[in-house]
C-alpha cells in the first residue's frame, strides 16, 4: 500500500482534514483556515477537484459570487483510507 501523495501534500492536507467534519465551507473561510495565499489554496484545490475529492459550488449571494467546497464522497473515502494508511504506519500502542 502507498500513501495518497494527492492528500499527502502539507495545504491538501490541511484542505481534507479542515473539510471532513463540515458540510461545506466557503473559499473565504477555508482559506483562513488552512493559512494558504487566495493563489496557493486555488491550485491545490483545483487538484482535489480534478480527482474527484472535493465538489465545488458556485453561486451568488445578492450581488456577490460565493464559492464553496465540500468533500465528496470519493474523496472522504480516500480520506479515510490515508489515515488508516498513517495509522498502519505507526507502531502499536502500550
Known amino acids: 500500500m502507498k500513501l495518497d501523495t494527492l492528500i499527502h501534500a502539507p495545504v491538501r492536507l490541511r484542505i481534507m482534514s479542515t473539510l471532513l467534519p463540515v458540510e461545506h ?22 487538484k482535489l477537484e480534478n480527482a474527484g475529492y472535493v465538489d465545488v459550488t458556485k453561486q451568488f ?3 456577490k459570487p460565493l464559492t464553496s467546497y ?25
Open 25 to 46: 465551507m466557503s473559499f473565504t473561510a477555508l482559506k483562513a483556515a488552512v493559512g494558504a495565499t487566495d493563489g496557493n489554496l486555488a491550485t491545490h484545490l483545483a
Open 61 to 63: 449571494v445578492g450581488r
Open 70 to 94: 465540500a468533500m465528496s464522497e470519493t474523496g472522504r473515502l480516500a480520506f479515510v483510507a490515508y489515515l488508516d494508511m498513517l495509522q498502519a504506519l505507526l507502531p502499536p500502542r502500550p
